[in-house]
Each structure stands twice: as structure tokens, then as C-alpha cells.
């Protein structure tokens, strides 16, 4: 397991969810993370998570020193089915900035559809600089190709990679949630796909508690806005996102309420008196954008426990 002077720094690391999953993996070190948003920043200080405030492409990461681990989850809004999608046409251009930080260059200019684009690129400039044992990135499923190209990278790096599509509900988080994710390591040891711990879903009813209503999506079935999703509370929830608190709850009797922001949170794994900080939509998107805290243990868990004496890999 790790011990408390191993240190791990989390880019883009909003309000908790790696930081929780780290808890949850049993990572008893120091976790440092770099977040942009105040509100989100203040969210995980709240709930005990230490916060840099400051913008991850702007950062040297050597200012952080030696780290035992690098977690990045860069935003998602240029490539998700969910936000714009103007990224989509920029993933050539972020590959080539990957190859350059994995290279230490400085890479060149570009004019960018999205500018959320280049910061895709991020992890392997903070990889490079760092050269951590091992490595965990998260991001939608489209982004799965940026990071098969990332791992390519990794290899040349010294580290062994694993990179494919994890299902939320396959670790306990009770809503069907797909994301890309890869995992690295360059100790020796092998890394592969964490196993299934939840092979029956964690249903609605059991995160919250209580059953007997149906949720009704904010989004549109098939791209249809009158056709709205809907699901009952014995199967997992739907994806949750940034407008979450629009999603209702509907009874037998007809009646309707607004998903709570607890509610949401504790459909992503959080815990049901998670410090959510900020306004209405501040809070509602940091609940979109966290990483699962159960899918995150399951990712970091076997990152985190190592051979008392690792095998050594040349930089």
C-alpha cells in the first residue's frame, strides 16, 4: 500500500472525485490538486482535499516535486455527445501536441476550434516533467483515440499501459456512465483493466434509500426534447451531467419534484452530505464534471499497492 510521504498531484481535479477515490483505494500519502473554478476548489477543501488554484496548462509541474502519481481528467465539453463537440475536429492537432510534450518540445501554435482542445494534451506534459510511477486520465468515450495515441507515447516512456472504455455501473456507481480511461505504470509491475466489483448494478433505490418513483431525464430520447427518458428507481440512474438538477422525479400519483443536488451527488458515489459549494449551477456542474469516486478507487487501486521492491525502468 502507499505510505504518508508519497505524494500524488491531480490536474484538473475539481471538486473530489479522484481525491475521494484515492481515499477509498487507501492511498494514505499527500494528494495535491490543480483546479481552475474557485467554487469547485472551495468544494474539496471543504470536504478535506487539498486545492492549488490555478490553471493546469499554465503551471510548471515541477514546482510539485517528486509525485508517486499523476491523475488528470481533462474537460470534456468539446468532445462530449453532451456539450458542443467542436473538439472532435481538433484530435489530430492534440495528438500532435501530445507527441511534442512527450518529446520535450515546445509545440506549435494552433488555431483551435475548440480552445478547450489543447488541454487534452496536458498529461503528458505534467507525465514528462514528473515522470511518476504511475499514471491514471480519465475523459469521455470520444476521447478514446487521444489517449491510445497517449499510451503509444507512454510505452516510449518506460511505462506499461492499459487504455479502454470503463462502465460507471461495473463499480458500484449507481447510473450507466461510460468513460475512456488509461492506466500506466512504470515500476515493472503489469496493469490491466480493473475488474468488475459490481456485476449487479447499485440501483436508485439503494444509493438514496428509497423507492417508488420514476426518473425522468432532462434530455430527449433519440434527440427528441418531447420524448424524455424515462427509468424506474430499481435500475441505475442516467448519466448524470451538469444540468442534472433539471432531471424530476415522478410519482404514482402524478406528482413531479426536481432531483436534488444531494441526490445527484450521491448518484455520482458521493457521499449524501458532500460539501457542494457555490451557486445552483456552480454546484450542479461540479457534480456533472467529478469523476465517480467509486470508479475512481477501481481505477486507482491497483495503482497505488505495489512490490515492496519494484523492478527499476530506465527514464
Excluded at 492537432?93 to 482542445?117: N, Q
Excluded at 487521444?146 to 516510449?156: M, P
Aim: charged share 20%.
Amino acid at each position: 500500500m502507499s505510505t504518508q510521504d508519497e505524494q500524488v498531484v491531480e490536474g484538473f481535479a475539481g471538486p473530489g472525485g479522484w481525491s475521494q477515490g484515492l481515499r477509498l483505494a487507501g492511498f494514505r500519502g499527500r494528494a495535491r490538486g490543480v483546479e481552475l473554478n474557485a467554487a469547485a476548489c472551495a468544494t474539496a477543501r471543504a470536504a478535506g482535499h487539498e486545492r492549488v488554484h490555478g490553471d493546469v496548462a499554465a503551471v510548471d509541474p515541477r514546482m510539485f516535486g517528486p509525485a508517486e502519481g499523476v491523475v488528470q481528467s481533462p474537460p470534456c465539453p468539446g468532445l462530449s455527445v453532451a456539450g458542443s463537440r467542436k473538439g472532435l475536429g481538433d484530435r489530430a492537432a492534440i495528438r500532435d501536441r501530445m507527441t511534442a510534450f512527450a518529446a520535450g518540445d515546445t509545440p506549435p501554435v494552433v488555431e483551435w476550434a475548440d480552445p478547450r482542445s489543447p488541454l487534452s494534451a496536458e498529461p503528458l506534459r505534467w507525465v514528462r516533467a514528473l515522470l511518476p510511477r504511475w499514471v491514471a486520465l480519465e475523459q469521455v468515450r470520444a476521447a478514446l483515440p487521444l489517449w491510445e495515441h497517449a499510451a503509444d507515447l507512454l510505452t516510449q516512456l518506460g511505462y506499461r499501459v492499459w487504455c479502454g472504455v470503463l462502465a460507471a455501473e461495473d463499480y458500484g456507481v449507481p447510473q450507466t456512465r461510460r468513460r475512456a480511461v488509461l492506466m500506466a505504470r512504470r515500476d515493472g509491475l503489469p496493469v490491466d483493466r480493473p475488474r468488475v466489483t459490481f456485476p449487479v448494478p447499485v440501483s436508485m433505490a439503494d444509493a438514496l434509500g428509497w423507492d417508488g418513483a420514476v426518473l425522468v431525464s432532462n434530455y430527449g430520447t433519440g434527440g427528441d426534447p418531447r420524448r424524455r427518458g424515462r427509468r424506474p428507481m430499481t435500475a441505475p440512474a442516467f448519466t448524470v451531467t451538469g444540468r442534472c438538477g433539471r432531471n424530476k422525479w415522478e410519482h404514482p400519483d402524478g406528482t413531479r419534484r426536481a432531483l436534488t443536488l444531494a441526490e445527484a451527488g450521491q448518484l455520482q458515489g458521493f457521499p449524501a452530505d458532500y460539501p457542494w459549494t457555490g451557486d445552483v449551477t456552480a454546484r450542479q456542474q461540479q457534480i456533472g464534471d467529478a469523476v465517480p469516486p467509486p470508479l475512481a478507487a477501481a481505477v486507482l487501486a491497483p495503482l497505488v499497492q505495489y512490490q515492496a521492491h519494484p523492478v527499476p525502468v530506465a527514464a
